[in-house]
């Protein structure tokens, strides 16, 4: 659930230390028994995690000690450090365009993280200010394979399908690469696949899949404290 609770006793950190940590808790002056256990430490802070906007907004009115980590949902004061992802829509629908492709989509679940919104949106202006404008395709689903799939049968059987495909997760990324393949589509001769974001699996997959990382000698974030 993610109802919050405004007891003190809710606002504490439930952690599940496995067995394998033992070792660096101890270290710590954290005792722990022979097996994962759940224990309680009262909370000095909070880093909101791919957090929706009722938990941000539930803390900003509450004046707690927090920290976004990712983008703010707009209305919101709170401290945070987030990448420019409206700059990166933006940027992966110019290279589309500059490809050729007169059609993209970009596939996102369910909008409850403020970062896949700003994506999205860069990602629709990059599509109207290329120098060739592209057709802007919002093929939002509903966060499952099977919901993608579907989503991806539907926009192929379509008079003038989209050639290009941006994704905001790397999940996505893979059940649009694969179910490209099974269908007999050559990546990326008949279809251009963009990831958002990047894992290791990724960097193993063949054909190769154009991504976005971070650079490790070079800031890759912004922070507000607002």
């Known amino acids: 659930s993610h109802e919050l609770d405004d007891s003190k006793a809710a606002l504490q950190q439930m952690i599940l230390w496995p067995n394998k940590k033992r070792h660096k808790l101890c270290a710590c002056g954290v005792g722990l028994g022979r097996e994962p256990q759940k224990i309680y430490i009262p909370w000095s802070g909070w880093v909101l995690v791919r957090s929706t906007f009722a938990m941000q907004k539930w803390f900003a009115e509450r004046a707690l000690p927090v920290m976004v980590a990712g983008s703010r949902h707009p209305g919101v ?14 940027h992966a629908a110019g290279l589309f365009a500059g490809r050729g492709h007169h059609s993209a989509a970009i596939f996102t679940g369910n909008l409850f993280a403020a970062g896949d919104e700003q994506t999205r949106m860069g990602f629709m202006e990059g599509c109207k200010t290329a120098d060739s404008p592209m057709k802007f395709v919002d093929a939002q689903h509903d966060g499952t394979v099977e919901g993608l799939c579907l989503k991806l049968d539907t926009l192929l059987a379509g008079k003038t399908p989209p050639t290009a495909f941006f994704t905001t997760f790397t999940g996505n990324t893979l059940t649009v690469l694969t179910h490209f393949l099974r269908r007999g589509l050559r990546i990326p001769r008949d279809a251009a696949i963009i990831s958002r974001d990047s894992n290791r699996y ?6 190769s899949v154009a991504r976005y990382e971070l650079s490790n000698t070079e800031p890759g974030a912004e922070s507000s404290l607002d």
Not at 202 to 207: G, I, R, S
């Open 202 to 207: 990724l960097e193993q997959a063949v054909p």
């Open 77 to 90: 004061r709170l401290p945070s450090v987030a990448l420019d992802l409206q700059a990166v829509g933006r």
